[in-house]
């Protein structure tokens, strides 16, 4: 079946640690985006791809990178310089739709917790 | 400021009723509006997707609408289930960067027996 696999489910983070995200898909989907979900809180975009080897900053972006080597793989570092990392991380893909690219599928998420 | 509002936070119903969720928007330009159902520790689901020439979109026992004049749009849930039990959120794409989505916090709505 194809679709987005996010791991861990679960993830914890020491202080000082940087944590590796991983999101794969195999939709053959051109972008990838990567949204922090807070209770009480909209999905706030971190960094998206529309192409393999490039990659804009979202409106969060501190304290977070991101490579895009393979078409299927868009991998978020959490670094020790983001102060609050706890929250729920959000992987999607699109395709083009009436010629823009938007989010249509996500993954399961992480749920990053710092120890 | 580009905002997406969304009411109530929560809402509590019995299996078998209808009920209705409002999503009022300040996007302008406006490309598209979609609504989204999230269970608890999952990602989003797509349910309906609207651009602001469709007033009315239909997926199941789920129905949308919109009024790109009032800038509001409505989420109508026919005949709720158990399984409706979920997060429902309204995203907005503006005109100008549609890569862009600004979401709204979710309307928490709890289904029981």
């Known amino acids: 079946d194809g679709g987005i696999t996010q791991s861990p489910k679960y993830l914890f983070r020491k202080e000082g640690q940087n944590v590796t995200l991983s999101c794969e898909q195999n939709?053959?989907?051109?972008?990838m985006y990567w949204y922090r979900q807070d209770p009480g809180q909209g999905l706030r975009l971190i960094y998206y791809s529309q192409i393999v080897n490039d990659f804009q900053k979202g409106d969060i972006a501190e304290g977070y990178s991101v490579s895009r080597e393979k078409k299927e793989s868009f991998p978020l570092t959490v670094t020790s310089a983001q102060k609050n990392p706890t929250a729920f991380y959000l992987c999607a893909s699109s395709i083009k739709w009436k010629g823009s690219n938007q989010p249509q599928h996500f993954g399961d998420g992480t749920r990053l917790s710092i120890l | 400021k580009n905002q997406v509002e969304q009411s109530p936070q929560s809402l509590i119903i019995l299996e078998g009723k209808n009920c209705t969720l409002q999503c009022n928007y300040t996007v302008s330009p406006f490309s598209n509006l979609r609504w989204y159902k999230q269970d608890t520790g999952r990602g989003p689901v797509s349910l309906t997707i609207m651009t602001f020439s469709e007033n009315t979109k239909s997926n199941g026992r789920y129905t949308a609408t919109l009024d790109a004049d009032t800038k509001q749009s409505s989420l109508h849930i026919t005949a709720s289930q158990l399984s409706d039990s979920a997060s429902y959120i309204c995203v907005v794409s503006g005109a100008y960067n549609t890569d862009k989505l600004i979401f709204g916090t979710g309307t928490r709505l709890q289904v029981f027996p």
């Open positions: 939709l053959n989907h051109d972008a």
